[in-house]
């Protein structure tokens, strides 16, 4: 399975639990042209009942030969439901990976039901062991089921395969999901999701790689109008 069907069996899944609609992009976000043509970009959003974006990125550099594939899933603002991440780059011999739910709340009781299950996934695998430091402005979200660091290529199968399985997971609790009610737990939501937003937008450094071949203009713009 290449990056392409990977990111095209993510959408496959989804629409069986949640009906999408994409969303038009204007062309110069949809596909943006980089200097010199050393990048392919091609973005995606949908959106559904309960989710407000879901964001997909496939991104290919020619030298050094980089093949990356993103999603974000972002619930919408009145359901407690955590925002799924995968981002998955190949090199020529490694595997940069990084598998999560960041979770607007850690109580006993929503980890019983949103993060422990994936971590029981998790331990059907060989361990995701890496000495990749996780990134300071990332570490409020990670979690007993987070997958994150550089691995071996030869790894890509199972994390391609431990990522469709936390999604089907994530997907079958996500039909069970009512709006919530509860002020205190609205506000809570809000004021995590916006925390999200605001750290993909200023703290990932993927946008200054961009800058440098598509411009700055043109990655602030990707980095506010259709990743987040």
Excluded at 180 to 203: H, K, M, N, S, Y
């Amino acid at each position: 399975m290449n990056q392409d069907e990977r990111l095209s069996e993510i959408i496959r899944r989804t629409a069986l639990q949640e009906p999408l609609r994409e969303m038009a992009l204007p062309a110069e976000l949809a596909e943006p042209s980089s200097f010199l043509k050393v990048l392919k970009a091609r973005h995606y959003n949908w959106e559904s009942g309960r989710f407000r974006k879901i964001f997909g990125m496939r991104f290919s550099v020619k030298l050094p030969p980089i093949q990356q594939l993103n999603s974000f899933f972002y619930p919408r603002p009145d359901y407690g439901l955590p925002v799924f991440i995968f981002f998955c780059m190949l090199t020529k011999r490694k595997l940069i990976a990084h598998l999560n739910v960041n979770c607007p709340f850690a109580d006993e009781e929503y980890k019983r039901r949103w993060v422990y299950p994936l971590a029981e996934i998790m331990q059907r695998f060989p361990p995701f062991d890496s000495d990749d430091r996780y990134p300071e402005w990332m570490k409020k979200y990670r979690n007993e089921s987070t997958i994150y660091g550089l691995f071996p290529r030869d790894r890509l199968d199972d994390v391609s395969d431990c990522c469709f399985a936390y999604l089907d997971y994530y997907l079958a609790q996500v039909q069970n999901e009512q709006p919530e009610i509860d002020p205190g737990r609205l506000a809570q939501i809000g004021a995590f999701q916006d925390q999200w937003v605001d750290d993909i937008r200023t703290q990932d450094k993927a946008q200054g790689m961009m800058a440098k071949m598509i411009g700055s203009k043109t990655a602030r713009r990707i980095f506010y109008e259709v990743t987040t």
